[in-house]
């Protein structure tokens, strides 16, 4: 499988325990050429007429995204290295087959940062 961006992975934290107010931080659990980082390798392709459907989203603004990463769930974001573009992860599928196990994501793409 063919990953050609760098992603950074932010996941919604709450500021403090008795705080109602959550921020993105970046989540650091992937291990990026044997080194522990926020950065994932990703495939990032615009989403078919059917998937847009299915995932109830909305033209040129639904992706699909695969990876190696198995960290990644719904409700994260992605931020694009180079380019700084944002996606929410809405959906996630595995595909656990040997040496092609990857994962799968539905993504939107949000129009401002976090």
Known sequence: MFFDKTAFVSALVRDNPTSDQETFIT????????????????????????LTAIAE??????????TA??????GMLLTVSGTGEVYRVRGREAFPYRMGAHYELTLVK???NP
């Open 57 to 66: 989203g909305e033209t040129f603004k639904t992706y699909r995204a695969f």
């Open 27 to 50: 989540y650091s659990g992937f291990q990026l050429n044997g080194i522990t980082s926020g950065a994932i390798l990703v495939n990032i392709q615009p989403a078919s007429p059917e």
């Open 110 to 112: 949000s129009d401002v």
């Open 69 to 74: 990463a198995s960290g990644v769930t719904e």
